[in-house]
C-alpha cells in the first residue's frame, strides 16, 4: 500500500446526486462504500467534506445582504450536516466513526483535538473533520491541507465531481481542454488552475503533501490511489 494515512477531501456539490438543494442519499451511500473499502484495506482515512450543496459563504451571503463572515460560519455550520449524514452511512455499515468539529457544538461533535484525532486513526476510526479552520474567509480545501498536516497524512486525495482530474480549462465548457497527469504545485498556482485554492496548495507544498485529483464517482478510486495506480491528476 502506497499510503498508510490519508485525508480525502469531498465537495458538498458531490452529496447533491440528482437533487438541487441538500443531502441524497445515494451519493452518501456510494461514499461511505469507498470509504469502507478503503478502511477494510487497512488506510487510516481522515475527511473533510465542503458544505456547498447546502450553503456558499461568499454567493449566498451577498445574496442575503449578509457580510462575508456570517456567510462563511453558516458555511461551516453546513459541513457540520454533511458530517453527520456522511458519519451515519459509515456507522451503518459498520465502520466507526467520529466527527471532530473546529467550532465548539458538545451535543453532536467532538471538539477538534489533534491527538485525539490521530489516537482515532490508529484505532482504525474514520475521523471527520468539521466546520473548516474555525475561522472565516478560509475555504474547506484549505482546511484540508491544514488538518492533513496536523494529522501527518502521507496524501490528500481530492475527489471532483464529474472531473477526474486536473485540466488547463473547464473540461465541461472547453473540449479542448487539456488534461495533466503530473504537475508541481507551483503549476497550480503560476496557471490560475481552479482545482484548488492556492493557500491550500501553499500549504501542502510547504509540508511535502503530495495531491491526488480525481473523480469521486469512479469505482474502487481511493483504493486503486492507495495501491499506487495512476489515476487522476499527481500534485508534488
Do not use: W
Not at 463572515?69 to 458530517?83: I, K, R, W
Not at 491550500?200 to 495501491?227: M, S, T, Y
Amino acid at each position: 500500500m502506497k499510503y498508510k494515512r490519508v485525508l480525502l477531501k469531498i465537495s458538498g456539490e458531490a452529496l447533491l446526486g440528482k437533487q438541487q438543494f441538500g443531502i441524497d442519499q445515494e451519493p452518501v451511500k456510494m461514499i461511505a462504500g469507498e470509504i469502507k473499502k478503503a478502511v477494510d484495506l487497512g488506510a487510516e482515512i481522515a475527511v473533510v467534506v465542503g458544505g456547498g450543496n447546502i450553503f456558499r459563504g461568499m454567493k449566498n451571503s451577498a445574496k442575503l445582504g449578509m457580510d462575508q463572515a456570517s456567510g462563511d460560519y453558516v458555511g461551516m455550520l453546513a459541513t457540520v450536516m454533511n458530517a453527520i449524514a456522511l458519519q451515519c452511512a459509515l456507522n451503518q455499515i459498520g465502520v466507526p466513526c467520529r466527527v471532530q468539529s473546529a467550532i465548539s457544538m458538545n451535543q453532536i461533535a467532538e471538539p477538534y483535538i489533534r491527538h485525539r484525532a490521530i489516537r482515532h486513526l490508529e484505532k482504525g476510526r474514520v475521523v471527520i473533520f468539521a466546520a473548516g479552520t474555525g475561522n472565516p474567509f478560509f475555504t474547506t480545501d484549505t482546511a484540508a491541507a491544514l488538518r492533513a498536516s496536523e494529522i501527518n497524512a502521507e496524501a490528500m486525495l481530492m475527489a471532483k465531481n464529474g472531473v477526474d482530474g486536473v485540466y488547463s480549462d473547464d473540461p465541461k465548457t472547453n473540449p479542448e481542454a487539456k488534461k495533466f497527469d503530473k504537475i508541481v504545485y507551483d503549476d497550480i498556482i503560476k496557471n490560475g488552475l481552479k482545482v484548488m485554492d492556492t493557500a491550500a496548495c501553499a500549504l501542502c507544498k510547504q509540508n511535502n503533501i503530495p495531491i491526488v485529483v480525481f473523480d469521486f464517482e469512479l469505482k474502487d478510486g481511493i483504493v486503486d490511489i492507495l495501491n499506487a495506480k495512476d489515476l487522476g491528476t499527481y500534485i508534488n
